[in-house]
């Protein structure tokens, strides 16, 4: 089982961040013909969508064609790490899960990835 400091996910966030500090997410198209745009660890196409699935895909937590993808779309990075936790796939500390929660809040506010990432950091004031 994979194991993740506050510190081995800052490292990681701060990689994929990087040259991206400006990007802002957006939703995905819907899954469904009828369906509303929706925030999403896997776009359509089976690439990584958000900031938290940038995160899971790099470090090998979730693929796009994961059976496990299905359960966790439509969950926070709490929920998501919970599940991943309960399946021994990865264990996080709590300052880790803390900080991908608030950089998954940011983002999904609308704000740009190094300010996400950011603004995690300074909510979880651990750097």
């Not at 009828?34 to 958000?50: H, I, L, M």
Request: charged fraction near 25%.
């Amino acid at each position: 089982m994979k194991k993740f400091t506050y510190e081995d996910v800052v490292l990681s966030l701060k990689e994929i961040v990087n040259g991206d500090e400006d990007y802002v997410y957006e939703q995905t198209p819907p899954f469904e013909w009828n369906g509303e745009p929706q925030c999403a660890y896997f776009d359509y196409k089976g690439q990584p969508s958000c900031l938290v699935g940038h995160f899971f895909a790099k470090e090998g937590l979730l693929t796009a064609d994961s059976p496990l993808r299905r359960t966790l779309e439509g969950d926070n990075a709490t929920q998501a790490i919970s599940v991943m936790t309960d399946r021994g796939i990865a264990e996080f500390t709590e300052e880790a899960t803390e900080l991908l929660w608030y950089a998954q809040m940011h983002q999904d506010e609308g704000k740009p990835w190094g300010y996400a990432l950011e603004g995690a950091i300074l909510a979880g004031n651990h750097d």
